[in-house]
């Protein structure tokens, strides 16, 4: 660190001097403006960009060396994830077949990232989406209603023996991914735009709160989709009903601790999120006893409802870990955040 003393000119005007080596590094001239942005924390961010426009950030990608689809796709997603708003892809020769799907599957995957040019060896994807206009709040509040309506369906699927839903389940996590990726974009962008983090209202450290959660409340998602995979092998099988009855009761119990980390957050409830958390013991209770009760049944039955027991269980254990971060941002704040209010 660089410490400078506070002068005063003309009695009233703060004056300190920027650093040369910084300064010509930025090519700074004399009577060059520079923008001074107060940080949430009560720093000042010094910038040579004064104006609002977005910062564009363009990624190269040869893709001639890539024979895996697999992997052009997560270099893309990579991409996408680190903010960079232009993505260039090229080849040596003409693209193979794969290129273009793995393209197309990208665009229909993200939110807001469109091909704009395409020849025989280039392919330009920007991203069209105004980030200000997607808040956290929303983008969250989204994924949880999507999430929690997958854990419903997955347990009714099992219930009815409805194969279709089954699958209607594990189709949807993609919609949670996207979700949980622009929020992991947004939280990039921001890190290195102090523009973007004024203009949409939240500092950097909240939005790495935000991602954090995403991730969590996206790792419930995956459980969902296990339910829902688990049940198929024995979707047709009419097994004991005192099984169904156990799942149902561990599944309605995740779900009222998922509701509850999720209120517990934007309503900034630390109380709320602290008797969540202790009602996890509930579960794994509900969760040992459908454990217990399998071990003498077919070997079939047994597996996939142990198997959809633990992800029961394991749903609402990440439930829990919403409300810890939620303790641990109320502490380290030791305000209430202000962000609208939502209701069970």
């Known amino acids: 660190m660089e410490i400078r ?4 000119t003309g009695g009233a005007s703060f004056v300190v001097t920027l650093p040369k080596d910084w300064a010509e590094a930025q090519k700074i001239a004399k009577n060059d403006p520079v923008g001074l942005i107060v940080q949430p924390d009560g720093t000042l961010l010094i910038t ?21 689809p697999a992997f052009l796709f997560r270099m893309l997603i990579g991409a996408y994830i680190t903010g960079f708003t232009v993505i260039h892809i090229t080849t040596k020769h003409r693209f193979p077949p794969f290129v273009r799907t793995v393209v197309r599957d990208f665009t229909r995957m993200t939110i807001g990232q469109e091909v704009v040019e395409e020849t025989g060896t280039t392919i330009t994807i920007k991203d069209l989406l105004n980030p200000s206009e ?3 709040d929303n983008t969250l509040k989204r994924m949880f209603v999507i999430i929690k309506t997958m854990h419903e369906d997955a347990v009714t699927a099992l219930e009815t023996h409805n194969r279709s839903l089954a699958m209607d389940v594990i189709n949807r996590d993609t919609d949670a991914d996207r979700l949980n990726w622009l929020i992991a974009r947004q939280t990039n962008m921001i890190l290195r735009n102090a523009s973007l983090s004024r203009k949409m209202g939240v500092s950097p450290n909240m939005a790495m709160n935000y991602t954090m959660i995403s991730r969590i409340i996206e790792r419930v998602g995956d459980h969902a989709v296990r339910i829902a995979e688990y049940s198929l092998p024995i979707i047709d099988i009419d097994f004991d009903k005192k099984f169904m009855n156990a799942i149902r009761k561990a599944g309605a119990l995740s779900l009222e601790i998922f509701d509850r980390s999720i209120i517990s957050f934007f309503n900034a409830d630390m109380k709320e999120a602290h008797r969540n958390i202790e009602s996890i013991t509930a579960l794994e209770n509900i969760c040992g006893d459908i454990n217990n009760m399998v071990l003498k049944q077919d070997a079939l039955v047994a597996l996939n409802i142990a198997y959809i027991s633990e992800s029961i269980r394991r749903a609402g254990e990440y439930a829990g870990d ?21 209701r069970k």
């Open 5 to 8: 003393r506070v002068q005063v």
């Open 48 to 68: 040579k960009k004064i104006t609002e426009d977005p910062i564009q950030r363009i990624k190269e990608i040869d893709s001639s060396p890539i024979a895996d």
């Open 134 to 136: 997607m808040p956290f």
């Open 322 to 342: 919403v409300s810890e971060t939620v303790i641990n941002l109320l502490v380290e704040n030791e305000i209430s955040p202000s962000r609208a209010k939502i």
